[in-house]
């Protein structure tokens, strides 16, 4: 079973962050995986090339027929995002945690992480600004 085939209590919030990541313009690639999907923006220095950006994934249970993942990371790599991109990402700190452990906000982690427990109001608006943002992008 691939990712985007799951039925967890998670799953509205993994495919609300998956289809609006589509309607900002970035494609998405499960390549079959158990817990990740990557996020993919069209390259504009080669024509009809992509590049990777980020993902959204799962988190908090590595054995699903144990234990539902608790929670939906919607991450970008910092290396591999535009600067403009980049910025306007570091921007927005509702829903950050780009570390597990340490602050919330963290320029030195390798990702811009907003994690998501629950598709509340609050979730809704920040996942919509995000999309608003890459849409920007993309």
């Not at 959204?56 to 699903?64: A, F, H, K, L, R």
């Not at 921007?91 to 629950?118: C, L, M, T, W, Y």
Request: charged share 25%; net charge neutral.
């Amino acid at each position: 079973m691939n990712v985007l085939e799951y039925q967890f209590a998670l799953t509205p919030v993994f495919h609300f962050i998956a289809a609006k990541s589509m309607e900002a313009g970035l494609y998405l690639c499960d390549g079959y995986a158990k817990q990740t999907v990557q996020l993919w923006m069209k390259d504009p220095a080669v024509e009809n090339e992509k590049r990777r950006i980020g993902a959204i994934q799962y988190e908090g249970s590595n054995d699903y027929t144990a234990k539902e993942p608790s929670m939906v990371s919607w991450r970008f790599e910092r290396a591999l995002l535009p600067d403009g991109l980049k910025q306007e990402l570091e921007a927005i700190s509702a829903f950050r945690r780009d570390r597990n452990d340490g602050p919330p906000v963290n320029p030195r982690a390798q990702s811009i992480a907003f994690k998501f427990e629950a598709l509340t109001d609050a979730a809704k608006e920040t996942i919509e600004r995000i999309a608003a943002v890459l849409q920007r992008y993309a």
